[in-house]
């Protein structure tokens, strides 16, 4: 508050619109800033060389691992090879990964955002390149700072041109999952690529290199709705970045604070100096409590340690903790720390029987699938004999990687004869590999067998070979 | 604010904000500057707008409006798209125009073209009385079962499509049934009510049994079998229905019946040559023959 803190004018020559205040965070060393290191590493190169993982499919199908295949509206992932009949699936991982979120939050707050969000990931690997070609925080706002020179134009075309490398290369890496990789970047060098997978790269080069290297912390505090949402999603048991209050104040300088202590005096272990403050990536002041610009990403955490340790203080003046805490202590009253409470019991509950119940709906999925689609103009026909005939569209689906050849039956009506168009009396109909047979049919009620109005029938599907069957209910209607 | 005062500014205690000077009640407004770059963005949509006005049509005049540079229309875009799909079309439909119909019905592709020909051009100019799903209703025979007056292989199809029946063409399929009441007079109320019940018991329908079934026969047989054959089993040649069928295109209640005999009937289906192309009629005629009734 003490920059906005200045003399009062009139608010009608405040700006109407604000200049961005750069942020530019200072390099640290420690725990937290390792842990960000592995996951970033981890993220990136899972998210980079996963299109690249081969997987055999047999001669038919693409053998590679994690493949979108658009044109067959297919999804492999290892030995998950999903159809669009198994979009639960998607919509179970979507419901999985919002729980996942929720435990998160009420765990540790906003854990996703500090270590694990795209944006988050992709701007720590633009800070680090611009690190090491324009220096640490001090040398950066010098070169800002500094008048167009020979030296600064090669250190910032140089860390422009790493940016777009980086940008071009994320872009790259997603069209490969829609496609056989390999084959597409030999495409993609030759321009013989479709225009789509061109397209894409463009945007996306654009989009990381606008939101990692310029936008940064202002998608963060403009642009995501998550930490609106998240606020909502963290209670007072859950721990945060946290600045010990009740540890650090009143701050002081080292030397103060010291003399003040020898002299038996109140004296807080913060010694105002700031490091908390130029090591944030999103350059809020921890100490203001937590906020909305916090991404929780700890590494104020770090920074403060080393001050601690070198002046032989305790560290962990700022570590992840909750406020309820931090008033107890200043009570006298001993920490409390309820990992294990209602809410997260409940999230973690959840989680555990949306994944569970993602298992057993992959498991027990079959690889034959029927479906039945009554006529519905009209609904019966009345013939000639005297017996009644229904329409139906039956689609047989076939999910096995070989050809395979089925026998239909009707259950439930007595005295029906079966008839599929096009195809002989009793034939097998042979289905391709990884491919599904519409095909019409068209079902006889004798005369004077007088079925309901409303009769539910059995569609049944045989694999002649293996036995493997499938089933679909519908309805005869009659007069 | 009454007195249109210059609102006065200050700085806000609990936010360290400024506010604006306007107050509403106690209630100021902070001023909480958009950043920067979002007027960037504006001041592009506006650089971009006016590259717009310039290349598309933008501005209403008077009578007229700005043309652009590209002289884009919407109207030609759509017109040019649907000749594409139409010379594409063509094509394919060159080879469904020459081959024979059951070299079309025996090719998927062509099959699949006719249909989709066929289903499109059936909504537009059958539907209207042979219902949406071809059922038919009284008096306009239902395209979806095995009863066909005039024959149900793909070639009667396309010719009672394309001539139709009592229509004004020359090929016309034509058949007469007598007014054996009122107008021709050939027979009396109490033969009619007979026969009708002769005919009735042949389906299988309810009849009265009060009345002679063996007089029915004879009245039958001198009136009715030159058309409907000695068995009543009808006759495609001229279009007589089969009477000992299960379906009844006027009706099969006994009023109903006697109404036919006593008036006969006149029902008009037009000749399609005058307002189809001849691609179309075929398409039509598998169509109607792939409902599952076809012979």
């Known amino acids: ?479 | 604010m009454l007195d249109a005062a210059k609102p006065v500014a200050r700085i806000d205690e609990a936010t360290g904000r400024h506010t604006t000077g306007h107050e509403w009640d106690g209630i100021e407004e902070l001023n909480n500057p958009l950043p920067r770059w979002w007027l960037y963005i504006l001041y592009a949509t506006i650089v971009w707008s006016i590259g717009y006005w310039i290349v598309y049509p933008a501005w209403p005049l008077v009578s007229d409006y700005t043309r652009g540079v590209f002289g884009f229309s919407q109207r030609a875009a759509i017109i040019e798209e649907m000749q594409t799909v139409r010379s594409q079309r063509d094509a394919q439909a060159q080879g469904l125009a020459k081959a024979s119909l059951e070299e079309v019905r025996n090719n998927p592709d062509m099959l699949k073209l006719a249909l989709a020909i066929g289903k499109a051009a059936f909504g537009d100019n059958c539907a209207s009385c042979h219902g949406a799903g071809a059922t038919g209703q009284i008096g306009y025979p239902n395209l979806q079962d095995d009863d066909w007056l005039w024959g149900g292989t793909l070639a009667d199809i396309e010719r009672t499509i394309r001539y139709g029946v009592r229509s004004s063409h020359s090929e016309t399929r034509l058949s007469e049934m007598p007014a054996f009441g009122g107008r021709d007079g050939l027979l009396k109320r109490t033969e009619i009510e007979t026969v009708a019940n002769y005919v009735l018991s042949l389906s299988g329908k309810a009849f009265d049994p009060k009345l002679d079934l063996a007089d029915g026969a004879k009245i039958y047989a001198q009136s009715c079998a030159s058309c409907h054959g000695e068995k009543a089993k009808g006759n495609r040649e001229v279009g007589a229905p089969d009477l000992t069928d299960a379906i009844w295109l006027y009706g099969s209640k006994p009023e109903q019946v006697i109404a036919t005999i006593v008036g006969g009937r006149k029902s008009v289906m037009p000749a399609w040559e005058e307002r189809l192309d001849a691609t179309t009629i075929r398409s039509l005629a598998l169509y109607i023959h792939s409902l599952g009734g076809g012979k």
């Open chain 1, 1 to 479: 508050m003490s920059s906005s803190q200045a003399t009062p004018t009139s608010g009608l020559d405040a700006p109407l619109y604000e200049a961005r205040k750069k942020v530019q965070p200072a390099a640290v060393q420690g725990r937290l800033r390792s842990i960000k290191w592995i996951v970033l590493v981890v993220t990136l190169g899972v998210y980079y060389l996963l299109p690249f993982v081969r997987w055999d499919r047999g001669p038919h199908e693409p053998s590679q691992a994690v493949l979108v295949e658009l044109a067959k509206s297919r999804f492999y992932f290892f030995f998950i090879e999903l159809w669009p009949q198994d979009i639960y699936v998607f919509a179970g991982l979507l419901i999985l990964a919002a729980f996942t979120l929720f435990l998160m939050n009420a765990v540790a707050g906003r854990v996703w955002c500090g270590y694990l969000c795209p944006q988050t990931v992709w701007t720590d690997l633009f800070l680090a390149v611009e690190r090491l070609i324009e220096g640490d925080r001090r040398d950066r706002i010098k070169l800002d700072a500094a008048p167009w020179s020979a030296e600064k134009v090669v250190r910032r075309a140089t860390k422009h041109v790493l940016w777009l490398a980086i940008a071009w290369w994320t872009g790259g890496a997603w069209v490969l999952y829609f496609a056989d990789a390999p084959t597409l970047i030999l495409d993609l060098a030759t321009f013989q690529a479709p225009l789509a997978a061109y397209a894409s790269i463009g945007v996306l080069t654009f989009t990381t290199y606008a939101l990692a290297g310029w936008m940064r912390e202002q998608v963060c505090t403009f642009m995501c709705p998550w930490p609106r949402i998240q606020g909502a999603l963290t209670d007072k048991h859950s721990l945060a970045v946290t600045y010990r209050y009740d540890r650090g104040e009143p701050r002081g300088s080292a030397k103060k604070n010291s003399a003040l202590r020898a002299a038996g005096e109140l004296a807080g272990d913060c010694v105002d100096c700031n490091q908390c403050v130029v090591v944030c990536p999103t350059g809020v002041d921890i100490r203001e409590g937590l906020q909305l610009g916090c991404i929780q990403c700890g590494l104020c955490i770090d920074a403060c340690d080393n001050v601690m340790s070198k002046l032989r203080r305790p560290t962990a003046l700022i570590g992840y903790d909750t406020d309820e805490n931090c008033q107890r202590r200043s009570e006298g009253l001993a920490p409390q720390y309820r990992i294990v409470r209602a809410r997260t019991i409940l999230y973690g509950l959840l989680v555990l029987g949306v994944g569970l119940g993602i298992l057993a709906a992959l498991s027990m999925r079959s690889f034959t699938g029927l479906s039945a689609l009554h006529d519905r103009n009209p609904l019966h026909v009345q013939l000639s004999d005297g017996s009644i005939r229904n329409g139906y569209t039956l689609r047989i689906l076939n999910k096995r990687s070989y050809a395979r050849r089925f026998r239909i039956s009707v259950e439930g009506l007595s005295g029906a004869r079966l008839e599929i168009v096009g195809v002989t009396d009793g034939d097998a109909i042979p289905v391709e590999s990884d491919d599904t047979k519409e095909l019409r049919a068209l079902l006889f009620s004798p005369r004077g067998a007088r079925p309901e109005k409303s009769q539910p029938i059995l569609f049944r599907i045989v694999d002649v070979a293996s036995g493997e069957s499938a089933s679909a209910h519908d309805f005869f209607r009659a007069p």
